[in-house]
Antibody
Framework: EVQLVESGGGLVKPGGSLRLSCAAS????????MNWVRQAPGKGLEWVSS????????YYADSVKGRFTISRDNAKNSLYLQMNSLRAEDTAVYYCARDLEGVLWFDYWGQGTLVTVSS | EIVMTQSPATLSVSPGERATLSCRAS??????LAWYQQKPGQAPRLLIYGASTRATGIPARFSGSGSGTEFTLTISSLQSEDFAVYYC??????????FGQGTKVEIK
C-alpha cells in the first residue's frame, strides 16, 4: 500500500525556518518525482515545488523561490522541504504528493502537515 | 502562467441527481488535465487524468470530457460520499502546475 506521511509542521514566527519531511513506503520511491502542494486555511490547492527522481530537475513556485529548498534522500525513501524566511502567507497544510516520472498528475497524496506562521 | 477557472463555485444537488462541473483554462492545455476530489479534513484524491481517464478504483459514475480550454467533470448519480470539493489541475505548461479554485458539491 502506498503511504506518504508528512511531519515537521508547527507554529513558527515570521522570518523563522522549518523543515518538513515526507516518509514514503509501499512503492519504489526512486522511480517517482515528488512534490509539495499546499493549502491555506479554507482556500484551494497551490503547487509549491517538484523534484525529479534523481534530483536532477527541481522547480519552485514563484511565491517560494529563493526561500524554500526541496530535496530527497532515495536511500531513506524521504522527501524534504526546507522553509526559510517564513511569512504569514505561508500558513497552510503542506501535502507531499507523488507523480510517476514523465506523467504530471498527482496520483497519491499524504495527509498533510500544518504550518502556522504567526507572532 | 495558465489560469484555471472553475464554475460554479458551489453546486447544490440532490442525491441521485447528475452533477456537471466546469473547468476552463486561460490557454490550451490539450488533454493534460486532471480532476481531484477533496473531502473535509482529507487529502485530495485523484479522480481523472488525461481529461477523461478514470484513476484506479474510481467508480464509473465519474466521467471527464473536454480538450483545449474547456473541460467537464460529470457525476452521473450523486451518492452521499460524493459531496466534496472538486479541483481541476493542468499539467500541460509548467512550472507552475496550476489548480482551479474548486467547486463545492453540496446536498440540496
Amino acid at each position: 500500500e502506498v503511504q506518504l506521511v508528512e511531519s515537521g509542521g508547527g507554529l513558527v514566527k515570521p522570518g523563522g525556518s522549518l523543515r518538513l519531511s515526507c516518509a514514503a513506503s509501499g512503492f519504489t520511491f526512486s522511480s517517482y518525482s515528488m512534490n509539495w502542494v499546499r493549502q491555506a486555511p479554507g482556500k484551494g490547492l497551490e503547487w509549491v515545488s517538484s523534484i525529479s527522481s534523481s534530483s536532477s530537475y527541481i522547480y519552485y513556485a514563484d511565491s517560494v523561490k529563493g526561500r524554500f529548498t526541496i530535496s530527497r534522500d532515495n536511500a531513506k525513501n524521504s522527501l524534504y522541504l526546507q522553509m526559510n524566511s517564513l511569512r504569514a502567507e505561508d500558513t497552510a497544510v503542506y501535502y507531499c504528493a507523488r507523480d510517476l516520472e514523465g506523467v504530471l498528475w498527482f496520483d497519491y497524496w499524504g495527509q498533510g502537515t500544518l504550518v502556522t506562521v504567526s507572532s | 502562467e495558465i489560469v484555471m477557472t472553475q464554475s460554479p463555485a458551489t453546486l447544490s444537488v440532490s442525491p441521485g441527481e447528475r452533477a456537471t462541473l466546469s473547468c476552463r483554462a486561460s490557454q490550451s492545455v490539450s488533454s493534460n488535465l486532471a480532476w481531484y476530489q477533496q473531502k473535509p479534513g482529507q487529502a485530495p484524491r485523484l479522480l481523472i487524468y488525461g481529461a477523461s481517464t478514470r484513476a484506479t478504483g474510481i467508480p464509473a459514475r465519474f466521467s471527464g470530457s473536454g480538450s483545449g480550454t474547456e473541460f467537464t467533470l460529470t457525476i452521473s448519480s450523486l451518492q452521499s460520499e460524493d459531496f466534496a470539493v472538486y479541483y481541476c489541475q493542468q499539467y500541460n505548461n509548467w512550472p507552475p502546475r496550476t489548480f482551479g479554485q474548486g467547486t463545492k458539491v453540496e446536498i440540496k
